[in-house]
């Protein structure tokens, strides 16, 4: 899509945010890292300038980022200002905030997919995560940056760069997260709870998802569903579901990782990820989705069977096969 958006640069948004005196922060439904803490970490730096702000989401914020948002009651007021983070296209803001789909007065993301869809786009798709990109839109309008919003910003640089590990971690990145741990955050502490400790519920989740695997093309592509039915059966948390289609890309071998999560009846999201030899966001891409290189996403329709045939027909001429049969 032709983006329509002003293309604005780093001082630009400062001096945007720095103007403004009151602000809705949007962001994806099924908020990750990054999304939770480029959300919070630019509303309490606006709310430490004295500003009202509030941070919107269609979703429930996961209790596993609790830390990101604790001693946050939203405020009462009428918005003047609408504010997206890591928000790539309005199809993503979930049922509870497309009113505000037309609405948005600057986008801050780091998606290369992004659709223009706001009136000013401050966009940088070599950054990790909107969180980097935040970072650099705070230091350079010297708008307030804390323990508690270091913290915010770091969780999502970390969460989107798997813990530094992801092709899209560059020298910038660990420059900026450098500077983000000078400011005293538990980095060490925040890492354990990231990436280390698991709740009894995601254990199980991985448990279903290492019993469930299902591999195709030559044990190249590997593919999770999981239904509606199947979460009701199991008692699988959705909150633990966060973060499960790198599960599959664990398996030696494996060059693209799918997850097919049931959002309602016959209509699935579709999470991938790959190594380094495929672009699943031209994959996506080709099914209405976006994201990046190694990381996308879309939302696929039509019953379970017929959703993996659309996907593998995508997936296998992008892997070199002829036929996803094969």
């Not at 001096?15 to 962001?27: A, E, R, S, V």
């Not at 966009?123 to 323990?147: F, H």
């Not at 590990?165 to 955050?185: L, S």
Request: aromatic share 8%.
């Amino acid at each position: 899509m032709e983006r329509k958006s002003q293309s604005i640069t780093i001082a630009d948004a400062a001096g945007f945010l720095k103007k403004n005196d009151n602000y809705y922060i949007l962001t994806h439904m099924n908020p990750d890292g990054d999304a939770m803490g480029s959300g919070f970490g630019l509303c309490h730096s606006l709310r430490a300038m004295g500003k009202k702000a509030n941070v919107l989401c269609s979703d429930p914020f996961p209790k596993r980022y609790g830390f990101l948002y604790e001693g946050y009651e939203p405020m009462k007021f009428t918005p003047q200002t609408i504010v997206t983070v890591d928000l790539a296209d309005t199809g993503l803001f979930g049922r509870e905030l497309q009113v505000y789909g037309e609405y948005v007065d600057l986008a801050i993301d780091h998606h290369i997919s992004n659709t223009g869809y706001a009136a000013k786009l401050l966009l940088d798709a070599n950054a990790a995560a909107a969180c980097e990109v935040i970072y650099q839109v705070l230091k350079e309008g010297n708008m307030p940056i804390n323990k508690q919003i270091a913290q915010c910003l770091y969780t999502g640089i970390a969460t989107d760069s798997g813990c530094f590990r992801y092709e899209n971690t560059t020298p910038k990145t660990h420059m900026i997260t450098a500077e983000i741990m000078g400011y005293g955050i538990p980095y060490a502490r925040l890492n354990r709870q990231l990436f280390e400790i698991k709740s009894k519920a995601r254990f199980m989740v991985e448990q279903y998802v290492i019993n469930n695997v299902e591999t195709y093309l030559d044990n190249k592509c590997a593919i999770i569903a999981v239904t509606a039915d199947t979460v009701k059966e199991t008692g699988l948390a959705q909150e633990e579901l966060e973060g499960i289609a790198s599960i599959p890309m664990q398996l030696e071998g494996i060059e693209i990782g799918v997850t097919i999560k049931e959002k309602e009846p016959k209509k699935y999201k579709v999470s991938m990820r790959s190594a380094e030899n495929v672009n699943v966001s031209d994959i996506c891409g080709k099914l209405g989705g976006g994201g990046h290189m190694r990381a996308a996403g879309c939302t696929v329709e039509g019953d379970l069977s017929q959703v993996k045939l659309k996907l593998l027909s995508v997936i296998a001429p992008a892997m070199g096969f002829d036929l996803w049969l094969s």
